[in-house]
């Protein structure tokens, strides 16, 4: 079949995007135009094969995780060392891409929303996590097995998608008060001002809060993001003995303490070493 760019497909049919949630329309353009359902895992061959677009090329990408190379064409690059569950996810966010190319393209002399980069790759993200873990068949299936971390590995397998993007989502549908936190080992701000300008000795970095998301019923308080945690931890030793940790703890978060139940593992996010935390109350 003849290349059609897909973005410029849904414009024509729903007309250019004027909020946020015209970007969730165009998923479900998607995966209509496919003739794809709701059911795991989503085969994006589909709708490569229903608008011409050549299958994503791998390449020896350094910085990016994609690339949308020519828009006419729909080339497609995707890095190539990456996992394969990563660059399903990125596949997902280039076909995202390409609605944000025919938007730009009709907004060329019109007063049409003109949102920022961050904001695009935001809309771009979550176009993606909707395109892969369609809400219709992803909720029913965390609501009967609760948010837990065995539940993302079921859950990610089944989707084919990483872990993370598969914890993510679950925040974002999960009930009861959960929290999934990215830690990470970092100095302060001031220890890092200091250092550079050499006016200490190297100082010791502890393990911090890098971001965090939690689930809508979520009451018991704020999580400041670059808060440190005790090296005795469960958090912590996730990291210095590299396995899973879980358990009962008390953890601290400067307006006050919380008492939960939390799961922690290492990972590796790039050169990183990290760890992925569920706070469940």
Avoid at 66 to 72: A, M, N, P, Q, Y
Avoid at 255 to 270: D, F, K, N, V
């Amino acid at each position: 079949m003849p290349y059609r760019h897909p973005g410029q497909a849904f414009l024509s049919c729903y007309g250019t995007l004027q909020r946020e949630q015209d970007v969730l329309r165009y998923v479900e353009f998607l995966r209509q135009a496919a003739g794809l359902n709701d059911d795991p895992p989503v085969d994006l061959t589909l709708i490569y094969s229903h608008f011409g677009i050549p299958t994503p090329r791998r390449a020896p990408l350094e910085e990016q995780q994609g690339i949308l190379v020519d828009s006419s064409t729909g080339i497609i690059l995707i890095k190539e060392d990456d996992p394969l569950v990563r660059q399903r996810f990125t596949e997902g966010h280039e076909l995202m891409e390409l609605l944000f190319d025919a938007q730009e393209q009709a907004r060329r002399g019109s007063f049409l929303p003109n949102w920022s980069s961050e904001h695009k790759e935001r809309l771009c993200d979550q176009g993606a996590a909707d395109l892969l873990m369609p809400q219709a068949s992803f909720v029913p299936r965390l609501h009967e097995l609760g948010v837990s971390l065995s539940t993302g590995r079921l859950l990610a397998v089944l989707y084919q998608t990483s872990l993370l993007a598969t914890l993510v989502r679950m925040m974002q549908y999960g009930g009861g008060e959960h929290a999934l936190v990215l830690w990470h080992q970092a100095l302060t701000q001031k220890e890092a001002a200091q250092k550079q300008s050499a006016r200490t000795t190297e100082a010791q970095k502890k393990m911090r809060i890098w971001w965090s998301l939690r689930t809508r019923g979520w009451q018991s308080g704020f999580i400041p993001k670059h808060k440190s945690i005790a090296s005795d931890s469960l958090i912590a030793k996730a990291l210095s003995q590299g396995q899973p940790h879980h358990g009962a703890e008390t953890v601290h978060f400067g307006w006050g303490a919380i008492q939960c139940q939390i799961e922690a593992i290492p990972l590796q996010l790039g050169n990183k070493p990290c760890v992925l935390s569920l706070l469940h109350l």
